[in-house]
């Protein structure tokens, strides 16, 4: 089994990588993942104790993999991301229990804020 980690979901490369680097030079465990499937498809979930996902993916958009991880018995803390996004898909995203939504390009302190926060709280949800 992998140790818990932070997944990327997100079908642009150059975000997924460059935020995968990015959070591994802070000393966390990234996986990335290029669409809602193949994060499925991987059966990270048990493992993941936070999930950065992407609103708009290529197939499964980011509300509907969010809504599948809401199905789970542990679901991990989601933040979204969207380089589309407005007040309206944020009010959405947040009302749906998401941690936040960050609107690309992504402000990389208020980012690590967010997971600061989140893997202080001890276990996801608390």
Do not use: W
């Amino acid at each position: 089994m992998t140790p818990p980690c932070i997944a990327v979901i997100d079908d642009e490369p150059a975000v997924r990588s460059g935020l995968s680097n990015l959070l591994r030079s802070e000393g966390y465990a990234v996986e990335g993942f290029a669409s809602a499937e193949a994060f499925l498809q991987a059966r990270a979930v048990p493992a993941v104790v936070l999930a950065i996902i992407d609103v708009k993916l290529t197939g499964m958009d980011g509300f509907a993999l969010f809504a599948h991880l809401l199905r789970c018995p542990a679901p991990p803390p989601v933040i979204f991301i969207s380089g589309h996004g407005d007040e309206t898909m944020q009010n959405a995203a947040l009302a749906l229990g998401a941690v936040a939504f960050l609107r690309k390009p992504i402000n990389i302190d208020t980012l690590l804020e967010h997971i600061q926060r989140v893997l202080s709280r001890g276990k996801p949800g608390g």
